[in-house]
């Protein structure tokens, strides 16, 4: 069986050196009660994945290749518009680069080292609920309501001002 390629987005890495997966659950940490439904209290955070990948310029056959890559990495994080990762295990939908750390030392001077850690955006659907224009659903207040019996009412007097600048 061929296992698929890892690809960040559009990127292929031409090595992948290691590879995390962080699947987390939060569960609240206060009491719950009993035979209350603990799927109530906990749920999914964000997945979170991070690759160590190289690219070298011998792999494309010129200088300036893991340059072009490295620009790539970088527009794909301030674009900012969720992607999808592709590993042998599984795809991760929805992802952002969170973090590029880039290594470079005398060793590797052809070569583009990248640790690549990147977040899940968790995105939801949401509906809007009409209830009537409230002008027109109030305008007889006696269909929409009930009707309570606050007693009888004495009328004060109002101490000689009369409402009208007097």
């Not at 061929?2 to 590879?19: A, F, M, S």
């Not at 659950?25 to 999914?44: C, K, M, N, R, Y």
Request: charged share 20%; glycine share 8%; net charge negative.
């Amino acid at each position: 069986m061929i296992k698929p390629r890892r690809i960040i987005g559009t990127v292929i890495p031409d090595v992948v050196v290691e590879e995390v997966a962080r699947d987390n659950l939060f569960v609240t940490q206060h009491p719950v009660e009993q035979g209350a439904s603990i799927s109530d209290h906990a749920f999914s955070m964000p997945v979170e994945l991070e690759m160590q990948c190289g690219w070298s310029n011998s792999t494309a056959g010129y200088v300036g290749y893991i340059d072009l890559v490295y620009q790539e990495m970088l527009s794909l994080q301030a674009m900012r518009e969720p992607f999808t990762v592709y590993t042998p295990y599984r795809a991760y939908p929805n992802m952002l680069i969170s973090a590029l750390e880039r290594t470079t030392d005398e060793r590797s001077p052809g070569a583009l080292l990248l640790r690549v850690g990147m977040r899940e955006v968790i995105i939801v659907s949401t509906e809007v609920a009409s209830i009537g224009n409230a002008k027109s659903s109030q305008a007889i207040p006696q269909k929409t309501t009930t009707s309570v019996s606050a007693g009888t009412k004495q009328v004060k007097p109002s101490n000689g001002y009369a409402g009208n600048g007097a």
